[in-house]
């Protein structure tokens, strides 16, 4: 079966970098989403990149506080792509949405923005998860060797996987200084999501699908912008850096990694 990537959203920031990666990284079709300008977000993600790479790279519309642009793009993942799930199957798919406003107390929270944090940081997640399970592999599909599908010494999981973008400020565990309600909360519902997710995935594809949770560390885009200042020089990365690293992570997770958070370095975040 032919395997694919998706990547949603990819327009800027550590899911533009992540698209680029994986067409360079990897020999799969890569899906990458945006909520405008189709052409031109994928006509930036091919910047300077191999020709052999163009063909592999589709980009559709879809904005994850919008349920029917998800439908809509799930359908053409099947319809115009082909990418039938009794033919082919997601071996790995990147939910990295995500918005901030931080709230440094109560009296800072404005009732519009927190909803617009959870529906895109959390029911976004949630809705793509409805919508894409679909395409990944259930127990009874054969999947590609790693090797068949990296590009060069990089490589890919052995197992499919589900990862979502998560936050240190999402575990409840290492909250020692508060703050940042509605992100905090946000985040740590996302790991919830993740976490019963993956018990699903155990019951529908057994060990040949997994979904996790992901902390990028304070990577220098426009959601940390407020907060580069704070950050030690060697701490704050590039969204280049930053996927590189997760991609690295996801490529070396084993089974009993599932349903957990993993940091940069691969380490895990405590709930």
């Not at 590009?151 to 909250?175: C, E, L, Y």
Request: hydrophobic share 40%; aromatic share 8%; charged share 25%.
């Amino acid at each position: 079966m032919q395997p694919w990537a998706l990547v949603s959203p990819a327009s800027r920031g550590i899911g533009f970098e992540l698209a680029r990666l994986l067409l360079q990284w990897s020999k799969v079709p890569i899906v990458a989403t945006t909520r405008k300008d189709v052409d031109k977000t994928k006509q930036s993600i091919l910047g300077g990149i191999d020709e052999d790479a163009k063909d592999r790279l589709k980009v559709l519309q879809l904005d994850v506080t919008d349920e029917d642009s998800i439908a809509a793009a799930s359908s053409a993942c099947q319809e115009q792509l082909d990418l039938n799930p009794k033919e082919a199957y997601l071996h790995l798919g990147f939910c990295i949405p995500g918005i901030l406003f931080p709230e440094k107390s109560p009296a800072q929270i404005d009732g519009e923005n927190a909803l617009l944090t959870y529906r895109t940081n959390t029911l976004g997640p949630l809705l793509l998860i409805k919508h894409f399970e679909k395409f990944l592999p259930t127990k009874n599909t054969t999947l590609s060797s790693p090797n068949d599908m990296a590009d060069k010494s990089h490589f890919m999981p052995q197992r499919a996987v589900w990862a979502s973008m998560s936050a240190r400020v999402g575990s409840i565990t290492d909250n020692r200084s508060g703050g940042w309600f509605s992100y905090r909360s946000s985040k740590a519902a996302l790991n919830q999501l993740v976490k019963t997710f993956d018990n699903r995935l155990q019951t529908r594809s057994g060990e040949k699908a997994m979904a996790i949770a992901l902390h990028p560390g304070t990577v220098k885009t426009g959601l940390s912008k407020e907060f580069w200042g704070n950050v030690k020089e060697d701490k704050l990365f590039t969204p280049q850096f930053a996927a590189e690293r997760l991609v690295e992570v996801v490529g070396g997770l084993r089974v009993e990694d599932r349903g957990k958070c993993w940091d940069w370095e691969g380490k895990e975040v405590p709930p």
